[in-house]
């Protein structure tokens, strides 16, 4: 009887702002193709905005409750793929990295604006996905990148998963 009565309220969760940091430019080189090109970290904004379309914005509370959260997420970083190699006498070195995204987020407290908890997510592709990418035609001849947007969806939609099911359980 008494944990109902000094039961606290669940808090709201309210969307403060979503964000994709720039990319590096030497990094953007998986982003080009002799026919097409593609920005990954716009793609991968409007990905993750779909995701939390269904939170209200911050701007939509006029009477924060003291138990309110705006929610902060931030693309970290959005990764193509590469495969590459020097072309340095006497050795020729391979160049490569895989599709990787990290989504970090905060939820803090809309009236006092104190951080109440960050989180932090990574995900890679997996080594069989990738070398299968590399091996096709698109990776072979570079008519455009050898992953583009569309291949880096279930990594985003995953990573956004499991930072969700760490603030639930968190919270």
């Given amino acids: 009887m008494l944990s109902k009565i000094f039961k606290p309220t669940k808090p709201r969760v309210f969307m403060a702002s979503i964000v994709a940091v720039p990319r590096e430019e030497w990094k953007r080189s998986d982003e080009e193709g002799w026919f097409k090109s593609e920005k990954l970290d716009y793609e991968a904004k409007v990905i993750v905005e779909s995701v ?4 209200p914005p911050v701007s939509s509370v006029y009477e924060p409750e003291g138990n309110d959260l705006g929610l902060d997420v931030m693309i970290a970083k959005v990764q193509g793929a590469e495969f590459t190699s020097t072309m340095t006498p ?11 995204v990290q989504i970090k987020s905060r ?7 104190r951080t ?3 989180y ?7 080594w069989g996905e990738y070398l299968a990418g590399v091996l096709s035609l698109r990776g072979v001849f570079r008519y455009k990148p050898i992953f583009v947007s569309k291949d880096l969806e279930p990594l985003l939609l995953t990573a ?4 969700l099911k760490k603030m639930i359980q968190s919270t």
Wanted: net charge positive; hydrophobic share 35%.
């Fill in 52 to 55: 939390f379309s269904s939170l």
């Fill in 90 to 100: 006497p050795f020729s070195l391979p160049i490569f990295w895989r599709p990787k």
């Fill in 107 to 113: 939820l803090y407290y809309i009236k006092s604006q």
């Fill in 116 to 118: 109440k908890k960050t």
């Fill in 120 to 126: 932090s997510v990574t995900v890679k592709m997996p």
């Fill in 160 to 163: 956004c998963e499991k930072l």
